[in-house]
């Protein structure tokens, strides 16, 4: 069965500090995968896509990685602030599926002042 | 541009009443999908179009729910009869294609309270 996990599934930092949010899969076999960015209210907004044959992907002070062997994505976020609280998170593609993404259940990020 | 739109925002409706919810994709997307995601649940989806066709319905929870898209564009969510565990907040997105390597859009979601 192909699933979808992130940990932790919340997290509480201070402002400045460098964190690591994670995202495991089942079946190597993914086509991509993506971070999404989900605030109180609103939409989904895409952060980074990775396709199969990427290792990673980078925007401003976001950093994605994709090791399929490990079955493993992070997303790093650098220098964390206030405006990044808000729930990450990861969906996977896997070929044949139809489209069709499978979800993690986030992880709740508060970025501290 | 503009990005992706739903409406109503918010709706609260009676057990057993019937319900539309509607998306405008971003112009010039060609895929259309639809989720749901329930209170501590994860997203699920429900459907896509690719055009006005759909070719994967699997999702959709039960007989009561339908979906249709218009000149490949406007799409309609209706949930038929609805119970209280539809509550949920409706997602929709779209994208430039449906070969699943493009980004999914997202619009504000619609929440719904069926009391």
């Known amino acids: 069965k192909q699933e979808v996990t992130q940990i932790p599934a919340a997290l509480s930092v201070p402002e400045g500090e460098n964190l690591v949010l994670n995202c495991s899969f089942t079946?190597?076999?993914?086509?991509?995968l993506q971070w999404f960015r989900q605030d109180p209210g609103k939409g989904l907004t895409s952060l980074l896509l990775i396709q199969s044959s990427q290792r990673e992907q980078t925007s401003g002070r976001l950093n994605a990685s994709l090791d399929k062997s490990s079955g493993r994505s992070t997303l790093y976020i650098a220098a964390s602030q206030p405006g990044d609280s808000a729930t990450y998170l990861c969906a996977a593609l896997w070929a044949g599926n139809n489209r069709k993404l499978i979800w993690g259940l986030g992880t709740s990020l508060a970025v501290n002042p | 541009g503009a990005g992706v739109s739903q409406s109503p925002s918010n709706k609260v409706t009676e057990k057993g009443k019937d319900v539309e919810l509607r998306c405008d994709p971003i112009?010039?997307?060609?895929?259309l999908y639809w989720y749901r995601q329930s209170l501590g649940q994860g997203l699920e989806f429900l459907i896509y179009f690719q055009g006005n066709s759909a070719p994967d319905k699997s999702g959709l929870p039960s007989d009561r729910f339908s979906a249709e898209r218009t000149g490949g564009s406007v799409s309609t969510l209706t949930i038929q009869r609805t119970q209280q565990e539809d509550s949920a907040v409706y997602l929709c997105?779209?994208?430039?294609?449906?070969?699943?390597?493009?980004?999914?859009?997202f619009g504000p979601g619609t929440r719904l309270t069926v009391l």
């Open positions: 997105a779209s994208s430039r294609t449906s070969g699943g390597a493009d980004t999914q859009y």
């Open positions: 079946d190597s076999a993914i086509y991509n």
């Open positions: 112009s010039g997307h060609t895929a």
